[in-house]
């Protein structure tokens, strides 16, 4: 069959093709329930394109939908425990924050910029001979 393609688009069972009077190339004309026939099988193929690339999108959306689930729970779930993190950490600081005010203020020597005087009973101005260690030394 000649045009088959053709007659397949338009949902034809087949073509006529005229022949003028005076000669020439052959015509078809179509009729109003001929175009209403392409008219339907045009929606259908539409129709069926649009169903098949909803059902690709729904597919890709359901996947995308069950990605994005699965990471939320992950992100829940390093949420909860630096969450944890931050709680213990701030416990820490608070007890630390704490025994250093608790903690006795150091205290510095007195010094007025001068030398001690040498009446003091050390030897070359920082040994004690009175001390426990070098009293020792001095009994062997």
Same mark, same amino acid.
């Given at each position: ?10 949902? #034809? ?5 005229? /022949? ?7 015509? +078809? ?6 175009? *209403? /026939? ?8 539409? &129709? ?8 690709? #999108? ?17 992100? +829940?779930?390093?949420?909860?425990? #630096? ?12 007890? #630390?924050?704490?025994?250093? %005010? ?8 007195? &010094? ?11 030897? *070359?101005?920082?040994? *004690?001979? %009175? *001390?426990?260690? %070098? ?6």
């Amino acid at each position: 069959m000649k045009h088959s393609k053709i007659t397949a688009l338009l949902a #034809l069972t087949s073509l006529d093709l005229k /022949k003028p009077l005076l000669g020439g190339e052959h015509f +078809t004309e179509l009729k109003e329930s001929q175009l *209403d /026939k392409i008219e339907a099988a045009l929606e259908a193929a539409e &129709n069926a394109v649009d169903n098949t690339s909803l059902e690709q #999108l729904m597919a890709t959306l359901k996947a995308d939908n069950e990605t994005l689930s699965a990471e939320k729970a992950t992100l +829940t779930a390093e949420k909860e425990a #630096l969450t944890e993190q931050v709680t213990a950490l701030t416990a820490e600081t608070e007890k #630390l924050q704490k025994e250093l %005010n608790e903690r006795p203020a150091h205290s510095l020597p007195g &010094n007025d910029g001068k030398e001690a005087s040498e009446g003091n009973g050390l030897i *070359d101005g920082y040994l *004690d001979p %009175n *001390d426990a260690h %070098n009293k020792f030394l001095n009994e062997i």
